[in-house]
């Protein structure tokens, strides 16, 4: 039981998260599924309704934070989307950035089992 101030907000802080994810997530998984049993009846247009409200339109009148690497933000590969888009770079190495993010997750990592990861020493 955590007994420090930081802990216990750090605590409710992921707990409110994970609920407010879970709702989410359950919304998402409804839309689809609705996406699926109106192709299966053959009606594209309901399919289409439920196909957006899946996702949430993006407000042309807000501004958005994006997290991407220099190769993406310059156009790599295709992607012109960012190209011309304000930038801040914040100096953060992407080998970095992984770094942190391991280190705050309880040891040991392990890689998921999934057919998209193949593990060459077993």
């Known amino acids: 039981m955590a007994n420090i101030k930081s ?3 750090r605590i409710r802080t992921n707990e409110a998260a994970r609920n407010r994810n879970r709702s989410v997530r359950s919304a998402l998984r409804t839309y689809i599924k609705r996406v699926h049993v109106a192709l299966d009846a053959g009606d594209v247009d309901e399919a289409e309704v439920a196909l957006r409200r899946a996702g949430k339109e993006i407000d042309k009148n807000r501004t958005y934070t994006l997290v991407v ?5 310059t156009g790599g590969s295709g992607f012109r989307m960012l190209v011309g888009s304000p930038k801040e770079d914040i ?3 992407d080998i970095d950035a992984l770094t942190r993010y391991l280190g705050v997750l309880r040891a040991p990592v392990e890689a998921p089992e999934d057919v998209r990861f193949h593990r060459t020493d077993r």
């Open 7 to 9: 802990q216990i907000k």
């Open 69 to 73: 690497s220099d190769f993406m933000s």
């Open 91 to 93: 100096d953060v190495v």
